[in-house]
């Protein structure tokens, strides 16, 4: 029989007590550094936040010369070009996911998925110089004059198609953000697709339904959660993007009627003027838009999370 | 027409709108890889990789940069994958289930998708305020704080992935719960901590907009820490913005290259994994 050195067990213990508490703080700073975000972003824009009140989030003024800021120009160049980039790339997506998972044959099927998930992995300054040398001459050139002119003079939704043809601005960046999204929509619609179980699809081509009943009738229904879970996910994505935007948007903190014109985002705005900011109300102003978009998206990717964890419980009982 | 007819017309139509909207999505992918692809090996020199980053006008390469980007991408692996590694441990070895676990898990993914840029700005805020100026040191923080989440989340999947009787066969020995991890499930884990890596790697080489507030950039050859750097991403954001044709052409060659590395990288990971996967139902 094994004798057991009691100051080897002793020892062990120590061992494993040290390497838990180890994992145990490792994993608190997780929680350690959202919280740290947190309070930092608070303490950085509270100046602004004092000085402003609840006007900075209501006024549209950005004047570094006389100090005043309000951040209503970036918050609605944020929600636009994000908003146009989800009308662009939601519908793209879906069809994408649908092809890969009801219509496209075996063979194409990994390589395209697999195409679709690396390009999911590009850096986003790429996306951005690309909108600037690329997309915007051609939009300027041959795009944006024919919605100045066969859009424009419609009322109400001309309104947002006149000026002249800058290139760069709200439209362009909400595309080049639709283009950088898409991928990453497309590869998760795509696996939600996928728990779909075949039994059910098999009935529904059992009751001699097509395959786009099926599809609209049995797989949409079914990961409706998890759609809406990828969804936010890429809008989350599409606010939070800064270096995409910063190439095409033209860092102007005005708010204009048509989607020709240059604007601003939060992120491209912080991109562009933080290390330039001189004085404390201007960087404090830059720290309170990043405490904004921060509560935004936190506020977007927790939903997204909460159904995508809706779905994983289903999929898993 | 029938009710049958229009149902095969509908159908018809929708599945074409799929296929259009694929050929679509692809096509802008495609057309976005073959002006990288195009300018990039224009601007492409032994040059880029013996000279440091020049002033406006003149030619030049992109050594420091290059430099620079490597250092720091390097040095934030080493600080952030052993923390994300640790807490991965943590939620899949001792957490598990717990209400600790469940709020750890729902906060990782949220830093796991939050902007970048916010990170940028908090990191500002500890570090480069209190020491005064930009520096490297502070963009590899920025980096590794990026890499936590990412390896976190690869770690837990990838040890859930170890069998539950290999534990219990090294519990039953007698093993404390950290020798079985060290002995028994990180070595069976291995290949997938090592595609976790990868992935954390390709993930932050990319990153620009946290390094713009931490690292900056630095015209000139510089190793110090303590001082602003330059890196590629951030030569890459001033160079294309500028008027200059030189300095495009550079930046251009320096997204080919970060995209290059970043492509491989993926595809690397990618290659263990279904590895991974064959030899996985090889043995069953």
């Given at each position: 029989m094994a004798i057991i050195d009691p100051r080897h067990a002793a020892r062990q213990l120590i061992y494993e007590k040290a390497f838990r508490s180890a994992t145990l703080a490792a994993a608190m700073l997780v929680l350690l550094i959202l919280g740290g975000v947190a309070v930092s972003l608070v303490r950085g824009a509270w100046p602004a936040l004092e000085h402003f009140g609840f006007g900075f989030v209501t006024r549209e003024i950005w004047n570094p010369v006389t100090d005043e800021y309000g951040a209503l120009g970036p918050i609605y160049g944020t929600l636009v070009t994000s908003l146009i980039a989800m009308l662009l790339a939601v519908p793209t997506a879906f069809g994408i996911a649908l092809f890969l998972t009801e219509i496209c044959p075996p063979v194409l099927k990994r390589a395209i998925g697999t195409a679709v998930e690396l390009l999911a992995?590009?850096?986003s300054i790429i996306f951005g110089i690309w909108g600037l040398f690329v997309l915007a001459p051609k939009l300027q050139r041959y795009v944006q004059p024919w919605l100045i002119e066969?859009?424009?003079?419609?009322?109400?939704?001309g309104r947002l198609f006149?000026?002249?043809?800058?290139?760069?601005?709200i439209l362009t960046a909400g595309i080049v953000l639709a283009i950088m999204v898409l991928p990453f929509i497309a590869a998760t619609m795509r696996d939600v697709f996928d728990t779909v179980p075949a039994m059910l699809k098999e009935s529904g081509y059992g009751l001699g339904a097509t395959t786009w009943e099926v599809i609209w009738n049995v797989v949409v229904p079914h990961s409706r959660v998890g759609m809406l879970g990828g969804i936010m996910l890429g809008l989350g994505r599409a606010l939070g993007e800064t270096m995409a935007v910063t190439f095409v948007i033209?860092?102007?903190h005005r708010i204009s009627a048509s989607l020709l014109a240059p604007g601003t985002t939060i992120s491209s705005a912080i991109a562009n003027e933080f290390t330039e900011a001189v004085g404390d109300l201007y960087t404090s102003s830059l720290i309170a838009l990043g405490l904004l978009l921060f509560l935004i998206t936190f506020a977007v990717i927790a939903i997204a999370q909460a159904m995508l964890r809706r779905l994983e419980r289903r999929v898993g009982s | 027409m029938n009710r049958r007819t229009i149902r095969k017309i509908r159908n018809g139509a929708f599945l074409t709108l799929s296929v259009v909207a694929t050929c679509v999505g692809l096509a802008c992918l495609a057309a976005l890889l073959w002006t990288l692809l195009s300018h990039g090996i224009e601007g492409m020199s032994l040059q880029l990789f013996t000279q440091m980053t020049p002033p406006p006008g003149s030619r030049g390469g992109l050594l420091n940069a290059l430099y620079g980007s490597a250092v720091m991408t390097v040095l934030g692996i080493l600080m952030g994958s052993p923390i994300g590694m640790l807490a991965g441990t943590y939620l899949a070895e001792?957490?598990?289930?717990s209400s600790l676990s469940v709020l750890i898990r729902f906060i990782n993914d949220i830093l796991l998708s939050a902007p970048s840029i916010i990170i940028g700005l908090f990191i500002y805020e500890i570090l480069v305020m209190r020491m005064g100026h930009f520096s490297a040191i502070a963009g590899a923080v920025a980096l590794a704080v990026i890499a936590i989440p990412v390896t976190l989340r690869t770690t837990e999947d990838m040890l859930n992935l170890v069998p539950a009787g290999m534990k219990d066969a090294s519990a039953a020995l007698g093993a404390y719960p950290w020798r079985t991890v060290l002995s028994v499930v990180y070595p069976a884990a291995r290949a997938g901590i090592v595609t976790g890596l990868l992935l954390a790697v390709a993930r932050v080489s990319g990153e620009t907009a946290p390094l713009l507030f931490t690292a900056l950039n630095n015209q000139f050859w510089s190793t110090k820490l303590d001082a602003p750097m330059a890196n590629l991403p951030v030569v890459i954001f001033q160079f294309a913005q500028s008027p200059y044709k030189d300095w495009q052409e550079l930046a251009w060659a320096g997204a080919l290259i970060i995209t290059a590395a970043i492509l491989l990288l993926s595809v690397g990971a990618r290659l263990i994994l279904s590895l991974l996967q064959t030899d996985r139902s090889a043995k069953r």
């Open positions: 992995a590009v850096p066969h859009i424009g003079p419609i009322p109400l939704v006149q000026g002249p043809p800058f290139g760069i601005g033209g860092n102007a | 001792y957490g598990r289930a």
